[in-house]
């Protein structure tokens, strides 16, 4: 049995309903701009490539200038799928977050008019130094290879990118933007060398490398009139961009996306093969370019299909399907010139059948899905086994009966169905057992009818023994919860587990990872909990069986608060939860009365310039990326340090991601630093873990990453949340 990445996931299927697919062009249909974007592109041979270290990390404006006001040809290059950032919309996180972003970056792609395309390197989030970033990413070599394939599969002629090497100062980048300009200044020459990896395609010479310069006073070379506008639709192709930006809501997109008023974009010459410059407003002036042969008949074929009118929608019976199952698909099509056409349906390269296809009207007909087609649903599960955000194994071509010189040479689309195993096992990675009944809680998600009964097997690592578990009434289109007890193998003495569970009659393994510690709230402590979108601090509130009350706006605006011994507010929730802003008042004058407040880490501009803490406390960019870099206690004595729990090294071990981010700086003096950290080079940071008396309470502001740890049930950071929370019974 091969093992798939177990993921934290929500409850909802993917959205798939009716596709259209039009003449092979991402542009709006009904209007003549779809023939304008085809007869350019029929002229236009040059290719742009931008290279991305992330999702939103793209030149929007300038690959939605070449794209629909030159008619080039125009990719991205991803060196991750984002899933290590930060989540504005929601609880997904890591591989969930992945393929949310990939979705957005699907959505904002087919507005540009690009083909994005990722490489699949492993976002670990936010790191300072190329040289990290190549260590996690398989070596330089690894990440440079990847880039010559791509660029000897796009074949460019001109690349862009915003990312640079400046690897020390004030001014450096992302360790993954860094690590993408160094491996790309590598892999641009070896990619025209013949002697070096033919596996990974014909050589290609690349022309020109250009990154884009934030400041024009610091010099270019190039300014792009991003602002002009489209003859035919009258929007700039700024307009254009800043509808694509604005797909990436994950990442806070659609609130910056307007503020965005370009009409240029400048770029700097890094590098030209035969030492030419470019024009003052074109990256590609003097650069020619002729089609091949299949370039040639792929425009031709466009610009045919678009001077007709060409429309084809395809209308599957269900949007989530199963391998051996019949599927009902129907397509509708106007206006296809085209002698005697016929439809060839494939499953990868697989060819389902054949069917004659009508000029105008419709056709319904029925396929069975091969038994071993390819997986791509959950796509958090399955999207890395596969480049292509949209990937989608069921797809068409329509061409004539009799090969013709004449175009339309055919018409190719994909179905918009995703594929999934029969039944879908889903558990968050990490679990917490509680006593005297410790369980695993499981969900099945049912694509299609099933037999009476599913069997799932669970199998704890380490032993030899399984569980069988039979279960009954399942019912397609649903997620059904399901909770395992454990009592077969107990006791269970605090530690960590790990289990392997499987459907029965299918190979993916689902590797799941559990803790038991016994780490316990007074329960004389009772707790006033105002989330952000973070998931894992409600669970830690549940495993440290705390008694909280999730405070909504009508409790925060006239609830009696004094009934909490604390308050604790999520990560970003002044940004999410607006209420709380209005009401931070009462907030603070709960405090002066002898209350407590924990603030989990909010974000500089959603934070800074307002009166919410006590006292000033200004947060900046700064972090400690390194997950392990060393912790020191700076007043070993406090009592948020020893009570209930004496937090020792051990709290401070086994993190991941990062330390934390925004460490606040300036700050009051009132505040007291009771911690000190520091990436590898770097100065100390003590800001940490900051706690304050304010009237008869106190106000403690904390800017690590406890919520990551708290997903995975971190003893130490639980024993740190308690310490927190109970900080009244002891100071």
Same mark, same amino acid.
């Given at each position: 049995m091969r093992d798939t990445r177990n993921i934290s996931i929500s409850a909802s299927r993917i959205g798939l309903l009716f &596709?259209? @697919?039009?003449?092979s062009s991402c542009t709006d249909p009904g209007s003549n701009l779809e023939e304008r974007l085809? %007869?350019?592109?029929?002229? !236009?041979?040059?290719?742009?490539?931008?290279?991305?270290?992330? =999702?939103?990390? #793209?030149?929007? &404006?300038?690959?939605?200038?070449?794209?629909?006001?030159?008619?080039?040809?125009?990719?991205? *290059?991803?060196? +991750?799928?984002? $899933?290590?950032?930060?989540?504005? @919309?929601?609880?997904?996180?890591? #591989?969930?977050l992945g393929a949310l972003r990939s979705r957005e970056t699907e959505r904002a792609a087919a507005i540009l008019g690009t083909v994005p395309y990722f490489l699949n390197f492993p976002d670990f989030g936010y790191a300072k130094t190329a040289q990290e970033t190549f260590a996690r990413w398989g070596g330089r070599e690894r990440v440079v290879e990847r880039l010559v394939e791509a660029i000897r599969r796009f074949r460019p002629d001109v690349i862009i990118t915003h990312h640079d090497t400046l690897t020390t100062g004030p001014r450096r980048q992302h360790g993954h933007h860094q690590a993408a300009a160094l491996a790309l200044w590598e892999a641009i020459p070896l990619a025209a060398d013949s002697s070096y990896n033919s596996e990974l395609g014909r050589p290609w010479q690349v022309k020109r490398l250009f990154v884009r310069v934030s400041d024009p006073a610091e010099g270019f070379d190039v300014a792009v009139p991003v602002g002009d506008r489209d003859p035919v639709t009258g929007r700039s192709f700024a307009d254009i961009a800043r509808e694509a930006l604005r797909q990436h809501a994950s990442q806070d997109m659609p609130r910056l996306a307007d503020s965005l008023r370009l009409e240029r974009t400048y770029y700097r010459l890094l590098w030209s093969v035969d030492g030419s410059r470019p024009g003052r407003e074109d990256l590609f002036s003097g650069l020619k370019r002729d089609f091949t042969e299949e370039e040639r008949k792929e425009a031709e074929n466009a610009l045919a299909l678009a001077r007709m009118g060409t429309r084809l929608w395809v209308q599957p019976e269900d949007s989530l399907l199963t391998p051996g199952r019949s599927v009902r698909l129907r397509f509708f099509v106007q206006r296809l010139s085209m002698p005697n056409p016929v439809l060839r349906l494939y499953c990868g390269e697989r060819e389902l059948g054949r069917w004659a296809f009508p000029a105008t009207g419709q056709l319904e007909l029925s396929v069975i899905l091969p038994s071993d087609a390819p997986l791509t649903y959950p796509l958090e599960r399955y999207q890395y086994a596969y480049p292509d955000p949209v990937y989608r194994p069921l797809h068409y071509e329509i061409r004539p009966a009799v090969a013709t010189d004449q175009p339309p040479y055919w018409v190719r689309g994909r179905i918009p169905v995703a594929i999934a195993p029969p039944l879908i096992l889903r558990a968050h990675a990490w679990q917490w057992l509680t006593e005297p009944n410790p369980q695993l809680r499981l969900a099945l998600e049912v694509p299609d009818p099933l037999p009476a009964l599913a069997r799932l097997i669970i199998k704890p690592v380490g032993r030899d023994d399984t569980l069988q578990v039979s279960v009954g009434g399942l019912e397609p289109g649903r997620i059904h919860p399901l909770e395992v007890s454990l009592r077969r193998w107990a006791p269970w003495p605090e530690g960590e587990y790990a289990f392997r569970i499987w459907v029965e009659g299918q190979t993916d393994t689902l590797?799941?990872?559990?803790?038991?510690?016994?780490?316990?709230? =007074? /329960? +004389?402590?009772?707790?006033?909990?105002?989330?952000?979108? $973070?998931?894992?601090? !409600?669970?830690?509130?549940?495993? @440290?069986?705390?008694?909280?009350?999730?405070?909504?706006?009508?409790?925060?605006?006239?609830g009696e608060l004094s009934r909490y011994t604390s308050l604790l507010i999520g990560v970003r929730a002044y940004y999410h939860r607006p209420?709380? %802003?209005?009401?931070? #008042?009462?907030?603070?004058?709960?405090?002066?009365?002898?209350?407590? *407040?924990?603030?989990?880490? /909010?974000?500089?501009?959603?934070?800074?310039?307002?009166?919410?803490? =006590?006292?000033?406390?200004?947060?900046?960019?700064?972090?400690? %990326? #390194? !997950?392990?870099?060393?912790?020191?206690?700076?007043?070993?004595?406090?009592?948020?340090?020893?009570?209930?729990?004496?937090?020792?090294?051990? +709290?401070?071990?086994?993190?991941?991601?990062?330390?934390?981010?925004? &460490?606040?700086?300036?700050?009051?003096?009132?505040?007291? $630093?009771?911690l000190q950290m520091a990436d590898t080079g770097e100065e100390p940071l003590r800001s940490g873990l900051l706690i304050a008396a304010y009237g008869k309470g106190s106000y403690l502001y904390t800017s690590l990453a406890w919520y990551r740890q708290w997903e995975r049930y971190h003893p130490?950071?639980?024993?740190a949340l308690v310490n927190m929370l109970a900080y009244p019974l002891y100071r």
């Open positions: &596709f259209a @697919i039009i003449a085809a %007869s350019l592109s029929a002229r !236009e041979a040059r290719v742009l490539l931008c290279l991305a270290a992330h =999702p939103d990390d #793209e030149d929007g &404006f300038t690959l939605a200038y070449y794209r629909h006001g030159r008619g080039m040809r125009t990719y991205t *290059v991803y060196l +991750t799928r984002g $899933e290590g950032g930060q989540n504005a @919309i929601g609880p997904e996180l890591y #591989e969930a590797l799941l990872r559990a803790r038991r510690y016994n780490i316990a709230l =007074p /329960q +004389t402590v009772r707790v006033g909990w105002i989330p952000g979108l $973070e998931q894992g601090t !409600e669970r830690a509130l549940r495993a @440290i069986r705390a008694r909280f009350d999730v405070l909504d706006s009508t409790m925060l605006a006239r209420e709380l %802003s209005r009401y931070n #008042e009462r907030i603070l004058d709960y405090v002066r009365q002898g209350g407590h *407040v924990v603030v989990l880490y /909010q974000r500089p501009p959603e934070w800074n310039g307002k009166p919410w803490p =006590p006292y000033p406390l200004t947060l900046s960019t700064r972090r400690v %990326s #390194e !997950e392990d870099a060393p912790v020191e206690v700076l007043r070993p004595g406090h009592p948020l340090l020893r009570s209930p729990y004496p937090l020792g090294p051990e +709290t401070w071990q086994d993190w991941v991601q990062e330390r934390g981010l925004y &460490f606040p700086y300036p700050y009051s003096s009132l505040y007291l $630093e009771l130490g950071a639980l024993r």
